[in-house]
């Protein structure tokens, strides 16, 4: 079985949750899950190697009670869930309307307590920049004196280029959401901080070599001495390069 790696961050005030996009993959075996480990026990083996996991489950459906409790029990305390919002919200809704569905959704991602790292409203690419349908949106999370406003963070990642735009990032930062830093093969992300408690990144290219992992270990590694903490997601493929990938991330970001 792969030992645990220690990795020690120094003169570091923010925290470093560097994971993949979602963790059952049976494609990680043998080079990351054991062969012989099963399905039922990925969860806290990833889990006592890296302190966090996007969901793309949530996008499609509402978790129920019993997976969140799962999810719970088989992680340790300091272990963050990022959760892709429903497209209901985004993609139905597209963020106009939302009351209903973003409470109901908010409500079930709560029920992870501690373990509840930001909520990702991933944008379609059809869906066009408008200030007066940003404002409403925004308007509609919970912050400042607003019940649960302490236990949610949000990101948003925006798939049009209408969105990229200075007035968008000064709305973002407005209301304390991180801009998703998405970084894929169709287009490389420039770093991007909205949000001063935070950053979301997404590094999604299939292949990345070492020297362009260090660079953004780089970044990374700034914004943890500033006191922000830092979310990474490797794309999961259909191999375990992209969990090797978050394993050596992590090991640049502490010696950088």
Not at 26 to 47: C, H, I, V
Request: glycine share 4%; proline share 4%.
């Amino acid at each position: 079985m792969r030992k645990r790696v220690r990795v020690h961050f120094r003169l570091m005030s923010g925290r470093l949750f560097v994971g993949t996009s979602g963790f059952a993959y049976t494609e990680w075996r043998p080079e990351f899950y054991p062969q012989d480990l099963k399905n039922d026990g990925m969860l806290s083996y990833y889990a006592e190697r890296l302190l966090s996991v996007e969901i793309n489950y949530t996008f499609y459906r509402e978790p129920s009670a019993k997976t969140v409790a799962q999810w719970v029990e088989r992680t340790p305390e300091q272990f963050n869930f990022a959760l892709k919002a429903n497209r209901k919200i985004t993609h139905t809704a597209r963020l106009a309307d939302v009351d209903e569905v973003l409470d109901r959704f908010l409500r079930s991602a709560s029920q992870l307590g501690p373990r509840l790292g930001p909520i990702l409203f991933q944008l379609p690419p059809t869906l066009k920049y408008r200030a007066e349908l940003l404002d409403g949106f925004l308007a509609r999370l919970p912050a400042g004196d607003m019940p649960g406003a302490g236990l949610y963070r949000f990101a948003m990642e925006f798939r049009n280029a209408t969105w990229d735009c200075n007035e968008v990032r000064d709305k973002l930062t407005a209301n304390n959401v991180s801009w998703c830093v998405a970084d894929t093969d169709e287009q490389d992300a420039m770093m991007v901080r909205t949000a001063p408690q935070f950053a979301y990144f997404r590094l999604r290219k299939l292949s990345y070599d070492d020297e362009t992992l260090a660079k953004w270990s780089k970044e990374v590694a700034s914004l943890l001495r500033d006191g922000a903490d830092a979310y990474v997601y490797f794309k999961h493929e259909d191999t375990a390069s992209g969990v090797m990938y978050a394993l050596r991330f992590r090991e640049l970001v502490a010696a950088a």
